[in-house]
């Protein structure tokens, strides 16, 4: 089992429909949406839902 400190929190998308949900990553790259076992589409598979440049991070680098 993995310890705490080893589980990532993480923006999860299902592979069937594109719904997002909060998730956590494993060390060993599972990935489980938090709160239920699946989507609401009835998929259990889920990718990692990336970052996009355009996103708001606050560390933006000045013109």
């Known amino acids: 089992m993995a310890h705490k400190d080893d589980v990532?929190?993480?923006?999860?998308?299902?592979?069937?429909?594109?719904?997002?949900?909060?998730?956590?990553?494993?060390?060993?790259?599972e990935i489980r949406i938090i709160g239920q076992e699946g989507c609401s589409c009835g998929s259990t598979d889920f990718e990692l839902v990336e970052e996009s440049e355009g996103d708001s991070t606050g560390d933006a680098a000045s013109e």
């Open 8 to 29: 990532t929190r993480v923006l999860a998308a299902c592979t069937a429909c594109g719904s997002v949900y909060a998730a956590r990553q494993w060390p060993d790259g």
